[in-house]
């Protein structure tokens, strides 16, 4: 995996957008669409604002972009303070020129007894654009990458899964008490993001440190899911110089 090291998440989230700007005009010029997976968090947000401040200042457009997020809280209504289809476009689409239609994340309201086959729809959703061409992810405390939680396998895909309680009680502030925040998720899978023609991971934060090292220097396990992308062969980790502190 290799390793950028920023001195600020400011920084290393300009360096990313601008990678971003580059390629969705290298595949302008060429009448392509630009494929992107998205991730939620804190840790794309500079990301995010960055974006819309290139197309507000520097006229980038968003006109050729396809995006899939990564994942969505189950069950969750849509405009719901803590749904992730709220966040993307309070963040980014409501921002930008992005069509109608070409951005795409998770549905919260699924019946359960469609859960799998709207899972599957997703997947051919994603190969019909093209598949992704940059993947965007955060990183959770325990590894995770996407909701795929330690043991997910290497070859999941798009899924409802439990969340870990360490994940829950890490996003419980979003919520207004502990039973609040869902126990289920809809997410990519671990396959579903190796299959990107590139992965681009953000951490930002001393509170990072810990897991950014064991995903970069440790095994590759399932164990620490973010560890499993030692396996794809066009994978950088973006770290701001907190979040490095661990690398030996
Ligand atoms: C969110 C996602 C998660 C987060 C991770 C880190 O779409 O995929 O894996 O990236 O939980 O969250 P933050 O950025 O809030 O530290």
């Known amino acids: 995996i290799a390793v950028e090291i920023h ?3 400011k920084e290393g989230s300009k360096a990313v957008a601008a990678e971003i700007a580059a390629l969705i005009r290298q595949k302008q010029t060429a009448g392509e669409p630009c494929v992107l997976g998205l991730a939620t968090g804190s840790t794309p947000k500079y990301l995010y604002a960055e ?3 290139l197309h507000r200042e520097e006229g980038l457009s968003f006109k050729n972009v396809v995006t899939f997020n990564l994942d969505e809280y189950y069950p969750i209504e849509p405009d719901a303070l803590q749904s992730y289809n709220r966040f993307m476009k309070e963040q980014l689409f409501n921002h930008i020129d992005i069509k109608e ?7 919260g309201t699924v019946p359960k007894e469609k859960i799998k086959a709207y899972c599957e729809e997703y997947e051919r959703k994603i190969e019909s654009a093209g598949g992704l061409d ?3 992810l955060g990183i959770g405390n325990n590894g995770h990458i996407g909701f795929n939680e330690p043991g997910s396998s290497i070859n999941s895909h798009t899924r409802l899964i439990t969340l870990d309680n360490s994940t ?3 996003n419980a502030f979003d919520f207004p008490n502990m039973s609040q925040v869902p126990r289920l998720a809809i997410t990519m899978g671990i396959n579903t993001i190796l299959k990107a023609k590139k992965v681009i991971l ?6 990072k440190a810990k897991i950014v090292r064991r995903s970069v220097e440790g095994h590759s396990t ?6 499993l992308l030692q396996q794809h062969p066009n994978t950088k980790f973006v770290i701001d110089e907190q979040a ?3 690398l030996t």
């Open 51 to 53: 974006l819309v401040r």
């Open 101 to 107: 239609g070409n951005y795409h994340v998770p549905d």
């Open 202 to 207: 953000l951490a930002w934060g001393s509170h």
């Open 222 to 227: 399932d164990q620490v899911p973010a560890s």
């Open 244 to 246: 490095a502190h661990d």
């Open 7 to 9: 001195p600020t998440a």
């Open 134 to 136: 940059i993947q965007i």
């Open 168 to 170: 829950r009680l890490a």
